[in-house]
């Protein structure tokens, strides 16, 4: 199975906006115009894009801290994730959610999360909505294999296999949790079998390649719509970056790091794209093009307003 030239070129476009917006925070904190920290997903842009582009617009996503790459793919401005980041008013959640708490309701984005395992019991509440009201969408709950340790995770698949839920429960296994890898964290070594045990399908695919990625969930997602209930989906990745700022990566080596940098997803759908007939320059000006959105959308947000006093207390609940 192949993905048709013209989408696998948008594919890798996007895959490129994701990397180029993530190297561009870095810049934007050594020049002080972002504060707090940030988790990046450099070198896990295959998982995002993958994944997104084989569910409809409307199934719903849950993302957790790692989510600036699920954002993107699903389609969000650039330059309002980018004022989200930076506070500003133009931001998805006029600045006061930053890039753990970004929501787009409009978007069938359900919200990045601070809270390991925090999506996860989110997606299952959505998933109930969805069945209840005889919805043909899913929830596609993405987190971290260090996530799968949490009791929201066990308690999640449990009902939602009781309920038969239509959700896609997607793990991004990057082999770490924050410093401590994954022989160290997960006594059967590897996520995709726990489904067995809440009965549902499970399976693991390799997180690297873009087109394995984009069937493995394709078919997935197909199996969850027609009502089989949840599934488990591992995808196996690799974050080529720290955990967040200023992780000196003392638990792993540098030649691990070299050594998974030679399949990196971005660089090698650009080959892909040129074996199967593409010129390079034409590759090259979709990878341009992306840049150029990212580097227009950084200036627009460094230059949009913040909040004054009164969007303090606008949009609360309570006060
Ligand atoms: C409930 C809770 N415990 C601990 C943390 C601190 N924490 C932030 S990210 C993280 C690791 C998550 O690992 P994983 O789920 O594998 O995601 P990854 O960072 O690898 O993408 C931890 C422990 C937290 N944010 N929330
Ligand atoms: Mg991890």
């Not at 084989?54 to 954002?71: P, V």
């Not at 299952?124 to 995770?153: M, P, R, V």
């Not at 974050?239 to 700022?245: E, L, N, P, T, Y």
Request: some cysteine; charged content about 20%.
């Amino acid at each position: 199975m192949q993905i048709p030239n013209e989408q696998l070129l948008e594919m890798y476009q996007r895959m490129v906006l994701i990397r180029t917006f993530e190297e561009t925070l870095g810049e934007l904190f050594a020049k002080g115009a972002l504060g707090g920290t940030s988790h990046l997903c450099i070198g896990e842009e295959a998982s995002a894009v993958g994944v997104i582009s084989a569910a409809r617009d409307t199934d719903w996503l849950i993302s957790n801290h790692r989510g600036h790459g699920h954002l993107l793919a699903r389609g969000l401005e650039p330059r309002r994730v980018m004022g989200e980041l930076m506070g500003k008013l133009t931001g998805y959640c006029r600045g006061r959610g930053g890039s753990q708490h970004l929501s787009a309701m409009d978007r069938h984005f359900l919200g990045t999360n601070g809270i390991t395992g925090g999506g996860i019991p989110i997606a299952a509440g959505a998933a109930f909505a969805l069945k209840y009201q005889h919805k043909d969408e899913i929830a596609i709950c993405f987190f971290g294999d260090g996530a799968s340790n949490q009791g929201t995770f066990h308690e999640t698949l449990n009902m939602a296999s009781l309920w038969k839920l239509p959700i896609l429960f997607l793990c991004e296994n990057n082999l770490y949790g924050m410093s401590t890898p994954i022989a160290h964290s997960c006594a059967s070594g590897s996520i995709a079998p726990r489904a067995a045990a809440y009965n549902m399908h499970g399976s693991a695919c390799d997180g690297l390649d873009l087109e394995t990625v984009y069937f493995t969930a394709q078919a997935a997602i197909e199996r969850v719509r027609a009502g089989n209930g949840p599934e488990l989906l591992e995808v196996m990745t690799y974050r080529q970056c720290g955990h967040s700022k200023n992780d000196p990566r003392v638990y792993r080596t540098r030649e691990e790091e070299a050594e998974m940098a030679k399949r990196d997803s971005i660089a090698c759908t650009a080959a892909l794209l040129v074996q199967r007939g593409l010129a390079p320059e034409a590759v090259e000006a979709a990878a341009n093009a992306a840049r150029a959105t990212i580097a227009a959308a950084a200036e627009e947000a460094m230059n949009a307003p913040t909040g004054g006093l009164q969007d303090a207390t606008s949009d609360l609940f309570a006060n």
